[in-house]
């Protein structure tokens, strides 16, 4: 300690540091951090993570129409991004109105039931809709006119507790954008 007191006397600029050091490492600790801080909204998370060139130009609560697509809602498995051969086709007729509508562009939206965490879910539920979209990229559709986004478990279809309202729940849904 004594050398630490001699090296700080015959430096000034040391003293300096180590109260500059000192002040920035009290004041931000003081800083006050707001308490139970909502989670971002899916709109948010959308609007601060898309990596698509039209970020943030529609309101995916807004300006997305699904009623185009209401009877090719893709369903999924438990716990799975995969998507079932018998949904494919559901995929096709999608990729068959984006060729007839080749102004547009949709929203696939990625949903999930109620079982694991936030975190698990909303990754699940963007895996889907990713898998989906490839698909789509994979029929010919241009991939700059198809975004994704996950709600994870936030926006059930069925709600309820039994295997059969889980199965409403694992879900992709497409919208047409109207923006």
């Keep these: 300690m004594k050398r630490l007191l001699r090296f700080a006397k015959s430096n000034p600029s040391f003293l300096f540091f180590l109260?500059?050091?000192?002040?920035?490492?009290?004041?931000?600790?003081?800083?006050?951090?707001?308490?139970?801080?909502?989670?971002?909204?899916?709109?948010?998370?959308?609007?601060?993570s898309s990596p698509l060139p039209t970020r943030g130009?529609?309101?995916?609560?807004?300006?997305?129409?699904?009623?185009?697509?209401?009877?090719?809602?893709?369903y999924f498995a438990f716990d799975s991004s995969a998507i079932?051969?018998?949904?494919?086709g559901k995929i096709e007729k999608i990729a068959q109105w984006m060729n007839e509508h080749p102004g547009d562009s949709i929203l696939l939206a990625g949903h999930c039931d109620e079982r694991g965490t936030e975190e698990y879910n909303r990754g699940l539920g963007e895996r889907r809709a990713i898998a989906v979209r490839e698909y789509l990229v994979g029929l010919g559709v241009a991939p700059e006119r198809i975004h994704?986004?996950?709600?994870?478990?936030?926006?059930?279809?069925a709600i309820g507790h039994t295997e059969a309202d889980y199965a409403k729940n694992r879900r992709v849904e497409t919208g047409v954008i109207r923006k």
């Design 19 to 48: 109260f500059a050091c000192l002040f920035v490492i009290s004041w931000t600790g003081c800083a006050k951090h707001p308490k139970g801080k909502e989670k971002p909204t899916a709109e948010e998370e959308f609007l601060e």
């Design 148 to 157: 994704t986004i996950s709600y994870g478990k936030d926006r059930p279809a």
């Design 57 to 74: 130009a529609f309101n995916p609560d807004f300006d997305v129409d699904y009623s185009p697509f209401k009877d090719q809602t893709i």
């Design 84 to 88: 079932p051969a018998t949904e494919r």
